[in-house]
Structure formats: structure tokens, C-alpha cells
């Protein structure tokens, strides 16, 4: 039903935030990125499923660990890498970093260093795009970790109020920093707590990139229709500690080494070589395309200037 | 202080010319934004068909309808952040905060958000988002109804703090701030809402930044803002009939501050109390009195006066309030210190 070049780009998407994500931890071990960087290892899917089944009218509103909806939004590598290794040519001039990444080009309105935070946010991008009669939704990634926060359930109660063409993507990586979800909350099952407020609620595998595709398109075309919100609760695996220098010892191995073999690059490709009779030197060719972009990424941030302390002391002056 | 105060707006008013309500002007200011401007909307509790607890969004709902005057739960941090959101995309949101107290609930989206987008993206981005507030001690509400917390917001980079004192002000800096493009927090006063004075019927607005002489005069430069400006007033007639020529600065925004305005005031008067109903510890005054130190030393006579709220929550008797926040008399007991200080 899906056609072999629709499959093969969904592929891309994934392993360019892989390789994306490698590269980071890698450059970050060699001082060229500082601060905090969360890697998104093990959720490539969501970002990728979510991101081809909106339009690009459509708003996404991204999280701390927000490189792969950077990427799966169409951010410019080059930028990207310039911005988490501080330079002016970065999309933010270097002045957000791995934690603030936006691109309101491609309508990524940020990701968000307060976890939760962005929710309400979404809420209003949807709330404008209602209010000025648009066909467009508001996607926003969140995940268990806010789901315990306050404006998660206020955002969510007020969108459905108003009913806003609104869409929760909570991804549910079984982990807020070290405390696991089972901790957190006598109700795992997340997506319930979206019925409660009469929202259209569903969990789905989040290491699928097709049901997360297909399952956001639905979304859309709930929102589009005036019966949204709408909350997917996508469930995965966050493959690694919460940030670079986290070694995630309090994660069991069995569970990792479980969803390592559900690693949802794994499944994507099974499907593009079962299913559509894709080969794998063309996926082969993909990769080393992908590998070759984030060669000249990195190499283009690298030797891009950082910012002119001179010209920020002047701007702030005037702040 | 009376609910009831003379007419304390900048312009005099010419013979025929009308005077409203503090309350009424801040309705004007909105309707007639909203009406030039589409991407305007309200958002708040009981802002539609109630018309707001005091009364400032009267009718906008029929106007302009439910998409445009938003009544939204109980629920500060999510309203105000689709605020921000909104803003980031394109509109021009006002969200009402009924107490500037229960902003405190919003805190995140306001100082972690809506200051830092422009910022953090780069550029990118802008929120011109207004949050309408209002704040002050007045018939006992008592300790989570009357905070001034102004400063909280003035110390926040990003953030545009204004503090009309008049039906005048408080319409043309709201249009102001509707015309610009960074969140802004308003802060009106609630025993200000029902006090008149002059307001032309034309289009007008008053830039963002500039402070207002209220009163010139040459012996001591009494700076105020908000709620403050009247009771300072109050206390210049009297230093008048007692010989002492007090001007009364009105700052009516906070940020940006009008730095020129003040250091020439204090030039000209070489002596200056400062005026601010919020707690003195870590206030504004504070800042201020920094400025014209490091700015306009040798021009001091004396040592400069503040005047401020009490360091305590405030309490609901009214006998306690009032001993709580600075009073006409306050201001003229440190205006005669600072004029016959030696």
C-alpha cells in the first residue's frame, strides 16, 4: 500500500538521525559540544512516522531531546550541527544549543528545556491556526516524563475544550531522567489519562514507523475534521542513559537488549526488504548518502566562526 | 487610599473635552485594537460574558466573538503558554491574569518561555504576547489578592514591564504594547480601575519607555509608578502649600526605563525619593536609587529616600494594610527629610 520510495524516505529520516545522534555523542566526547545533549537513540520512529504524515503547513513543537524532530521536520544538517556546536551559522546563532534547537522554517517552533513546557505551547500554535479558520494542526512531542507535570493535563483540558486541531505525541520512553514509569505512576498505560478528558486516545508501537505513520495521519485527519484533539501514545525505548553522560546503569539489561532487538531502524528495514522488495545495496546506497551529508555537516560547522562577543555585548546592552 | 481620586492624568483637560474610567480606557484600548488588527485575541477567566471581574473586557465578546474573547479553565500555566505559542505563530494574544498573585502559577511560561524565545531561537521567533494583570494592597483581599510583584518581572531579560497610573497612560501604553513585538507584562491596579480622567477621542499611543513629569517642579524629584503616582500627588500639593516644589515623576514602564528622564529630573532637583507600594526588599526603588548613584552622584544633596511596602505578606485588616504599603503622609515625611537634609 505504501510505495517503496515513500518506505525507502522513512528509512532515510531514521538513519539520519542515527548517524546524526552517533556523530553528537562523538563530537561531544571531543569537546566540540557542550552543555547537555540528549541523544534520541531508540526512538528514530516516532520523529520520522509523526513528521511524514503532517503537512507542511503543520506546526511540530519539539522537546530537550529534540534532534530527531529537527531532523524529521526537514531541518538543514548544517545548521543543525552549527547550532549544537555553538557557531553563528547555527539556525539559533549559537545561542540555544542541543537543548533550544527551532527551526520555525520548517514550523519546529523549538524544542524545550523545561520538561512538559511545551505542551501549552502547542496548544496555543493550534489555538491560532482555530482561531484564523487555517487547515493546519499542531503536533506536539511530549512524554511520560511530562505527562506527570501539570500543564500537560491543563494544556491537554484546554485544547479539548475547545476542541483544537491539536495532536499529543507522547512518547513513552519508559523513563523520566532515571526514575522508571512504573514508579511514577499507578497507571501506565498513559493514553488513558486522555479519555479522562474526552480526548480521542490510543497506544500504538512506537518502534513501528508504519503504525506511527499511520496513526498520525489519522490524527490529522481527525483535527482537520473538527474532531481533534488527539493523543498517541507511542511506546518505546529510550536505548541509552537520559544524556550524553548519563550511562543509564539503572536501566535493566534484559529490557535494553529486548528493545535493542526491536530497534526500530530493524524494523523498518525488515519491512522495506520483505514487504516491498527493496534490496540491500539500495538501502546501502541511502546510507552512505546520509553518511556523506553529515560528513559536510559536521566539516561546515567546524570551520564556521562562533558568534562576535563584541556584536552580543552591544545587542545586550541594548536588551 | 480613597477608591475615589481626582483626575490625575497627564493632559489637562481642555473645556469639553471627556474623562473615563481607568477601566473604561483599557476596554477602549482593546476594542479599537482589535477592531485595526485581526490577529488580536483575548484569553482569560470570565472575560467574555461576564466582562472580566473588573469589568475591563465589557461587551468585546459581542463584538468580537467567542474565537476572539477566549473564557479558559481555571488553568494559568497552560493559558498563558498557548498564549506564547500563539504568539510565536503569529497573533497577537492578550491574556488576562485576574491577579497578578496567580501569575505565579505561570511563571515557567512567562519567564522561562515567553522571555527566552526570541533569544534562544536566535531570533527566529517573537512573542508579542501582553499578559494583563493587575496588582496592589485595597479593601482587604488580604495576602494572595495584593502582592505588587513587579519586580519579579523587571528583573526578568526579555520581558517589558509597564504600570500605567492613568486612564490616559494605561490606553496608550496598551496600544503601544500591542504594536510591538516582545511579551509584555501590564500590570494595572486595582484601586485605579474605577478612577477618571481625561482621554481624547482620537487614535493615540504612548511609547513604550518614556516617563512622564506629572507635576514639575525644582526642591525634590519624587519618582513613582502605578498606584503610587496619585498618593505622590497627594503629597506634592501639600509640600506646596508648606513651599517645597516637589516634580512627580511617573516612570509608567519599568522596562524599558526611562534613564534619561530620571537623571535629568534628578539634576534638576538634586534631591529624590522614590516611591514604590511593593516590599522594600529587592524592589525596583533599589535599582533605581543604583542608577542615580552611579549616574548622577555629585548632583545628590542628600540621601535618597526610599519609600516602600513593609517586608511582610500583606495582612487583611485594613488598619494592617494600610500600615503595610506607603501612604501620602510616608511620602511627605521623606520628601521634608530629603529636602532639609544638610
Known amino acids: 500500500?505504501?510505495?517503496?520510495?515513500?518506505?525507502?524516505?522513512?528509512?532515510?529520516?531514521?538513519?539520519?538521525?542515527?548517524?546524526?545522534?552517533?556523530?553528537?555523542?562523538?563530537?561531544?566526547?571531543?569537546?566540540?559540544?557542550?552543555?547537555?545533549?540528549?541523544?534520541?537513540?531508540?526512538?528514530?520512529?516516532?520523529?520520522?512516522?509523526?513528521?511524514?504524515?503532517?503537512?507542511?503547513?503543520?506546526?511540530?513543537?519539539?522537546?530537550?531531546?529534540?534532534?530527531?524532530?529537527?531532523?524529521?521536520?526537514?531541518?538543514?544538517l548544517k545548521r543543525m550541527v552549527a547550532e549544537i556546536t555553538g557557531r553563528q551559522a547555527g539556525c539559533c546563532k549559537g545561542r540555544g544549543g542541543s537543548m533550544h534547537i527551532a527551526d520555525l522554517e520548517t514550523g519546529n517552533l523549538g524544542a524545550n528545556g523545561i520538561v512538559g513546557a511545551g505542551v501549552p505551547i502547542g496548544v496555543g500554535a493550534a489555538m491560532g491556526a482555530w482561531i484564523r479558520g487555517e487547515d493546519r494542526v499542531a503536533a506536539v512531542f511530549t512524554s511520560d516524563g511530562a505527562a506527570n507535570n501539570g500543564v500537560f493535563a491543563e494544556g491537554l483540558n484546554l485544547a479539548a475544550s475547545l476542541r483544537l486541531p491539536f495532536i499529543l505525541i507522547l512518547e513513552n520512553n519508559q523513563y523520566a531522567v532515571s526514575t522508571p514509569i512504573e514508579q511514577s505512576t499507578a497507571e501506565p498505560e498513559l493514553f488513558r489519562r486522555g479519555l479522562g478528558y474526552g480526548v480521542l486516545s490510543e497506544r500504538i508501537d512506537g518502534n513501528d514507523v508504519l503504525a506511527v505513520y499511520r496513526k498520525t495521519a489519522e490524527a490529522v485527519r481527525a483535527c482537520t475534521q473538527g474532531s481533534g484533539p488527539v493523543l498517541i501514545e507511542a511506546v518505546t525505548y529510550r536505548q541509552g542513559g537520559h544524556h550524553v553522560n548519563d550511562p543509564g546503569q539503572y536501566m535493566p539489561k534484559e529490557r535494553l537488549e529486548y528493545y535493542r532487538s526491536r530497534d526500530p531502524l530493524r524494523i523498518a528495514k525488515e519491512i522495506l526488504l520483505a514487504r516491498v522488495g527493496a534490496n540491500e545495496e539500495a538501502l546501502a546506497r541511502i546510507e552512505a548518502e546520509v553518511d556523506r551529508e553529515m560528513d559536510e555537516a559536521v566539516d561546515f560547522a567546524l570551520h564556521s566562526p562562533e558568534p562576535s562577543v563584541e556584536a552580543f555585548l552591544a545587542e545586550a546592552a541594548a536588551y | 487610599m480613597a477608591t475615589t481620586v481626582k483626575d490625575s492624568s497627564s493632559p489637562s483637560t481642555p473645556p469639553g473635552q471627556r474623562t473615563i474610567l481607568y477601566r473604561e480606557a483599557i476596554n477602549e484600548a482593546l476594542r479599537e485594537e482589535m477592531r485595526r488588527d485581526s490577529s488580536i485575541f483575548l484569553m482569560g477567566e470570565g472575560i467574555g460574558e461576564r466582562g472580566g471581574s473588573y469589568k475591563v473586557t465589557?461587551?468585546?465578546?459581542?463584538?468580537?466573538?467567542?474565537?476572539?474573547?477566549?473564557?479558559?479553565?481555571?488553568?494559568?500555566?497552560?493559558?498563558?503558554?498557548?498564549?506564547v505559542g500563539a504568539a510565536i505563530t503569529g497573533m497577537r494574544p492578550v491574556v488576562e491574569i485576574l491577579f497578578i498573585d496567580f501569575a505565579m502559577l505561570a511563571m515557567d511560561q512567562i519567564i522561562n518561555q515567553a522571555a527566552k524565545v526570541n533569544f534562544m531561537t536566535g531570533g527566529q521567533g517573537h512573542v508579542p504576547l501582553v499578559v494583563r494583570t493587575q496588582g496592589g494592597a485595597g479593601n482587604g483581599l488580604a495576602a494572595q489578592h495584593s502582592q505588587s510583584l513587579e519586580a519579579l518581572f523587571y528583573h526578568i531579560p526579555g520581558l517589558k514591564v509597564v504600570t500605567p497610573s492613568t486612564p490616559y497612560d494605561a490606553k496608550g501604553l496598551l496600544k503601544a504594547s500591542l504594536r510591538q513585538n516582545d511579551p509584555v507584562i501590564f500590570i494595572e491596579h486595582k484601586l485605579l480601575y474605577m478612577t477618571r480622567g481625561p482621554v481624547p477621542t482620537g487614535d493615540y499611543a504612548v511609547e513604550l519607555g518614556q516617563a512622564d513629569v506629572k507635576r514639575p517642579g525644582n526642591d525634590v524629584t519624587i519618582i513613582a509608578w502605578s498606584g503610587m503616582v496619585s498618593r505622590s500627588l497627594a503629597a506634592a500639593e501639600t509640600l506646596a502649600q508648606e513651599g517645597i516644589d516637589a516634580e512627580v515623576l511617573d516612570l509608567r514602564t519599568l522596562v524599558p526605563l526611562d534613564r534619561e528622564k530620571v537623571l535629568e529630573s534628578v539634576r534638576k532637583t538634586d534631591r529624590v525619593v522614590i516611591v514604590q507600594e511593593a516590599v522594600r526588599r529587592g524592589g525596583v526603588a533599589s535599582d533605581i536609587a543604583s542608577i542615580i548613584q552611579a549616574e548622577a552622584f555629585d548632583y545628590l544633596d542628600s540621601p535618597i529616600e526610599i519609600v516602600a511596602g513593609k517586608?511582610?505578606?500583606?495582612?487583611?485588616?485594613?488598619?494592617?494594610?494600610?500600615?503595610?504599603?506607603?501612604?501620602?503622609?510616608?511620602?511627605?515625611?521623606?520628601?521634608?527629610?530629603?529636602?532639609?537634609?544638610?
Do not use: W
Open chain 1, 1 to 76: 500500500m505504501h510505495s517503496t520510495e515513500f518506505l525507502a524516505g522513512l528509512y532515510r529520516t531514521m538513519y539520519t538521525i542515527r548517524v546524526f545522534e552517533t556523530r553528537c555523542v562523538k563530537l561531544y566526547r571531543q569537546g566540540a559540544i557542550r552543555g547537555y545533549l540528549h541523544p534520541y537513540f531508540g526512538q528514530e520512529a516516532i520523529a520520522a512516522g509523526v513528521c511524514a504524515a503532517l503537512r507542511p503547513q503543520d506546526y511540530i513543537v519539539s522537546t530537550h531531546r529534540g534532534h530527531g524532530h529537527c531532523i524529521a521536520r526537514g531541518g538543514d
Open chain 2, 58 to 83: 465589557l461587551d468585546l465578546l459581542k463584538e468580537f466573538g467567542p474565537k476572539r474573547v477566549i473564557d479558559t479553565p481555571i488553568a494559568e500555566a497552560s493559558f498563558t503558554g498557548a498564549g
Open chain 2, 311 to 342: 517586608n511582610t505578606p500583606i495582612p487583611y485588616n485594613l488598619a494592617l494594610e494600610s500600615a503595610c504599603v506607603p501612604q501620602t503622609t510616608d511620602i511627605l515625611a521623606a520628601a521634608k527629610r530629603a529636602v532639609y537634609a544638610t
